[in-house]
Nanobody
Framework: QVQLVESGGGLVQPGGSLRLSCAAS????????MAWYRQPPGKQRELVAG???????NYVDSVKGRFTISRDNAKNTVYLQMNSLKPEDTAVYYCKASRQGYEYWGQGTQVTVSS
């Protein structure tokens, strides 16, 4: 079973950048499909970006061209580089690992985009 810990969230001005990290322990990250989700205040959790074991990626339309998901299997870590941030990107961001029908979630990290 894998344990996930997100970090890198914070307060940033519109147009700024943040890099989120999701560090895994208890298992080998390369075995999992990984994804970042977010949950804005008062709204449902939504998929932001995903990356397969083979490093194929997908993004929700609202972040295409601004966010980049990547994985460093040697460091057992997945990243979400977020550029040109907008107030509507404000949310709690969660990391998810999936394998063989099982899902594992981190505790989330808050991202607030505000001037």
């Amino acid at each position: 079973q894998v344990q996930l810990v997100e970090s890198g969230g914070g307060l940033v001005q519109p147009g700024g950048s943040l890099r989120l990290s999701c560090a895994a322990s208890g298992s080998i990250l390369s075995l999992y499909t990984m994804a970042w989700y977010r949950q804005p205040p008062g709204k449902q959790r939504e998929l932001v970006a995903g990356i397969t074991r083979g490093a194929s990626t997908n993004y929700v339309d609202s972040v295409k061209g601004r966010f980049t998901i990547s994985r460093d299997n040697a460091k057992n870590t997945v990243y979400l580089q977020m550029n040109s941030l907008k107030p509507e990107d404000t949310a709690v961001y969660y990391c998810k690992a999936s394998r063989q029908g099982y899902e594992y979630w981190g505790q989330g990290t808050q991202v607030t985009v505000s001037s």
